[in-house]
Every structure is written in C-alpha cells, then in structure tokens.
C-alpha cells in the first residue's frame, strides 16, 4: 500500500477533514474506487456482516455515534473521548462491537484524535478512497458493519510508519482483563 504524506495540523481544513491528507494506490483499493464498489472487506468478517436500519442505527447509537458512524462525520480535533487515554485494553467498534485496535498500538501524534500505528489483524478494519473535502484520502471503515471510523495516513511512527486516525465517538474501549 502506498500513500501521499500528510500533515497534521489545526488549519480548518484539517480540522474538518481528519487532520491531512494521503492517497492509497494499492490494487484492491483502486479497482474498488474505479468500480464503486464496496470498501475492501475481507470473507471472515463478511459472514459476520451487521446489516440494521438507520432507525435501528439511531435508537442504538447517541448522536454524535450516529454522525460519525453512519453519516461519515468527524470530531472536532481535542474533544473526543479517547484522544489522550492511555489505558491498556482494546478498542471497539461503538456499533458493532468488533475489536479494531489494541492500546499496544495507540501513540501520541498530537492530532487530537486516537491514533494507532497498525490494526489488531489485517482484517480488523476496511479501506476505501475518499475524496471529499477537495481530498484525496484513504477512509478506515469497520469491516462489520460499514461504520466510518476515520482516515489512515503514511505519517506514523515506526514499525508501519500508518497513522490511523480514528474518531472517539467511534470507538468503545474495553480495558484489559
């Protein structure tokens, strides 16, 4: 997977879409960007599909889950829940359940949103090309029920050199047992 650097930072671009830019050009990625076709998800977590109504979807889910989930919005940058927690455990999805990240893996990168340098497996979350907001990004979507969870950009720290930039009101953090 290649991607464009992005940078982060508190111009009201980034503020609005996600903190930077970045562009997947991977083969998976492109064919399902040229076809339309659904983000890439793979067969595990496809059996295990969540398929609800948007009234179900807003009955389970508060409003800013609601907005964020299902309707791709975005935090303000410093105001989620989980931007600066350090707790150990696992974070989920806050529709679904589905573990996505691991605290191992959680770092600091000063965006104001959680950021993680890789996903629990690689089949934790799904990618598909965003190009709102005048951008070209790669979105990081939940493999199990479709829910936007953020974006991931190649600015990471070391071993991946990803950061997954994911929005609190899509998470729900599970500490360790």
Not at 61 to 89: C, D, I, M, S
Not at 96 to 117: N, R, Y
Not at 158 to 165: D, E, F, M, V
Request: charged share 20%.
């Amino acid at each position: 997977m290649k991607l464009a650097l992005g940078l982060c930072g508190l111009a009201v671009t980034a503020l609005i879409a996600g903190c930077g830019s970045s562009n997947v050009t991977s083969t998976a990625d492109v064919a399902a960007a040229a076809t339309n076709a659904s983000p890439v998800v793979s067969e595990q977590n496809m059996k295990d599909k969540f398929i609800k109504t948007e009234a179900e979807w807003k009955k389970e889910l508060t409003p800013e889950q609601y907005r964020v989930l299902r309707q791709r919005g975005t935090e303000r940058a410093f105001t989620g829940q989980y931007w600066n927690h350090h707790g150990k455990g696992a974070y989920r999805c806050a529709g679904c359940g589905l573990e996505l990240f691991s605290s191992k893996t959680k770092f600091d990168s000063g965006c104001g949103w959680p950021s993680f340098f890789a996903p629990l497996s690689s089949n934790a979350v799904a990618t598909a090309e965003d190009n709102s907001h005048s951008m070209r990004r790669t979105e990081v979507l939940c493999p199990r029920c479709s829910g936007h969870l953020g974006h991931v950009f190649d600015d990471g720290p070391k071993p991946t050199g990803l950061r997954y930039c994911i929005n609190s009101a899509a998470l729900k953090f599970e500490p360790k047992k």
